[in-house]
C-alpha cells in the first residue's frame, strides 16, 4: 500500500463473485491516480476463487470472514481499515468509465450540507439506470400501481447537474467516516437490501442532504453481486425480512398489498 494517506477508502463486499469484484478493482485502478484511493475487499465466506485471487495482492486490503455476514456487517468491518476520511461503499457488480469519482469527491468536500452522495447509474449497454429512490410510501404506491404515475420505482432525474433526493441506492455511495461512525454505520439488521433506505434515513434525521451526481457515471451490472442468493422465481422472497424492518409489519404489508392489487388489476384488466 502507498505510504501517503489516500483520499478515499473504496470498501467493497463480495460473496462468490470473484470475476466482476475483480472487474471492479481492475476499473478502479485504471481511471483513479494511485495515491488517490485505497481499496478494502471484504470477503464474506466465499467459495469460488475469491481468496485465491485477492490475499496475496499487496495493492488491496483483504478481509475474510469466517462466514457471509451480510452486506452491512461487512461494509462495518471494513470501515474499521480505513485509513481516509472519505469512505465510497461499491458493490461488486460496479464498474469506473472513467475518473469522475474524484470530481464527486471533490463536490462532497465543498458542499457542507451533504451527508451523502452517489453517482449516476449505467447499465452495460451504457444506457442511464435508475438509482434515485422517491419515498417509499403507501400512497406513492398506490400512486404508481393504481394510477400508473410513476412515484415508487428508483428513478434516474433529467440533466446533469447534482440534485438533492430522498434516497438513493446503496450500490455506490461516498459519506465522510466521521458522519458514517457519528450515526452508527449500516444498520447491522438489515443482511441484504433495504439497507441503504435506513442509511438514507439516518443522514435526512441529520438535517444533511443527500445528492445525486449525475457527472459521475458507473456501471452497474444489477443484481450480480446477489444472484447467487436465491433462484429468479424467489428473488423477491429476499426482499420480505428486510421490508418489514424498514417500513414495520402494518406498512409493509399494506404496501405490498397495493403493489399486488394494483398488477392484478392490470392483468385481469389485458
Same mark, same amino acid.
Given at each position: 500500500?502507498?505510504?501517503?494517506?489516500?483520499?478515499?477508502?473504496?470498501?467493497?463486499?463480495?460473496?462468490? #463473485? &470473484?470475476?466482476?469484484?475483480?472487474? %471492479?478493482?481492475?476499473?478502479?485502478?485504471? /481511471?483513479?491516480?494511485?495515491?488517490?484511493?485505497?481499496?478494502?475487499?471484504?470477503?464474506? &465466506?466465499?467459495?469460488?476463487?475469491?481468496?485465491?485471487?485477492?490475499?496475496?495482492?499487496?495493492?488491496?486490503?483483504?478481509?475474510?470472514?469466517?462466514?457471509?455476514?451480510?452486506?452491512?456487517?461487512? %461494509?462495518?468491518?471494513?470501515?474499521?481499515? &480505513?485509513?481516509?476520511?472519505?469512505?465510497?461503499?461499491?458493490?461488486?457488480?460496479?464498474?469506473?468509465?472513467?475518473?469522475?469519482?474524484?470530481?464527486?469527491?471533490?463536490?462532497?468536500?465543498?458542499?457542507?450540507? %451533504?451527508?451523502?452522495?452517489?453517482?449516476?447509474?449505467?447499465?452495460?449497454?451504457?444506457?442511464?439506470?435508475?438509482?434515485?429512490?422517491?419515498?417509499? #410510501?403507501?400512497?406513492?404506491?398506490?400512486?404508481?400501481?393504481?394510477?400508473?404515475?410513476?412515484? /415508487?420505482?428508483?428513478?434516474?432525474?433529467?440533466?446533469?447537474?447534482?440534485?438533492?433526493?430522498?434516497?438513493?441506492?446503496?450500490?455506490?455511495?461516498?459519506?465522510?467516516?466521521?458522519?458514517?461512525?457519528?450515526?452508527?454505520?449500516?444498520?447491522?439488521?438489515?443482511?441484504?437490501?433495504?439497507?441503504?433506505?435506513?442509511?438514507?434515513?439516518?443522514?435526512?434525521?441529520?438535517?444533511?442532504?443527500?445528492?445525486?451526481?449525475?457527472? %459521475?457515471?458507473?456501471?452497474?451490472?444489477?443484481?450480480?453481486?446477489?444472484?447467487?442468493? &436465491?433462484?429468479?422465481?424467489?428473488?423477491?422472497?429476499?426482499?420480505?425480512?428486510?421490508?418489514?424492518? /424498514?417500513?414495520?409489519?402494518?406498512?409493509?404489508?399494506?404496501?405490498?398489498?397495493?403493489?399486488?392489487?394494483?398488477?392484478?388489476?392490470?392483468?385481469?384488466?389485458?
Amino acid at each position: 500500500m502507498n505510504l501517503k494517506t489516500p483520499q478515499l477508502s473504496i470498501i467493497i463486499p463480495t460473496w462468490n #463473485t &470473484a470475476d466482476i469484484t475483480l472487474n %471492479c478493482i481492475n476499473s478502479i485502478q485504471k /481511471y483513479l491516480p494511485k495515491t488517490f484511493f485505497e481499496i478494502i475487499v471484504i470477503d464474506n &465466506a466465499s467459495a469460488d476463487n475469491t481468496s485465491d485471487l485477492f490475499s496475496k495482492n499487496k495493492n488491496i486490503i483483504y478481509v475474510r470472514n469466517s462466514e457471509n455476514l451480510g452486506f452491512s456487517k461487512a %461494509c462495518n468491518i471494513g470501515v474499521k481499515y &480505513a485509513k481516509s476520511d472519505y469512505l465510497l461503499f461499491l458493490n461488486s457488480d460496479m464498474e469506473l468509465v472513467d475518473s469522475s469519482i474524484v470530481d464527486m469527491l471533490s463536490f462532497f468536500q465543498k458542499n457542507s450540507n %451533504c451527508g451523502l452522495v452517489g453517482p449516476q447509474f449505467l447499465n452495460p449497454d451504457k444506457s442511464v439506470q435508475g438509482s434515485v429512490f422517491p419515498p417509499q #410510501t403507501s400512497l406513492n404506491a398506490f400512486r404508481e400501481f393504481w394510477l400508473n404515475q410513476k412515484s /415508487y420505482s428508483k428513478y434516474f432525474p433529467a440533466g446533469d447537474n447534482p440534485l438533492s433526493v430522498w434516497a438513493i441506492s446503496g450500490g455506490a455511495v461516498l459519506i465522510k467516516k466521521e458522519l458514517f461512525e457519528k450515526i452508527g454505520g449500516w444498520n447491522e439488521k438489515y443482511f441484504m437490501y433495504y439497507e441503504d433506505l435506513d442509511l438514507c434515513r439516518q443522514i435526512r434525521k441529520s438535517n444533511l442532504k443527500i445528492y445525486y451526481y449525475p457527472k %459521475c457515471k458507473l456501471i452497474h451490472r444489477h443484481g450480480a453481486s446477489g444472484a447467487n442468493l &436465491a433462484n429468479s422465481d424467489n428473488q423477491w422472497r429476499r426482499l420480505i425480512p428486510s421490508s418489514i424492518l /424498514y417500513h414495520g409489519y402494518f406498512n409493509h404489508k399494506l404496501i405490498n398489498f397495493i403493489i399486488w392489487s394494483g398488477q392484478k388489476i392490470k392483468t385481469t384488466g389485458n
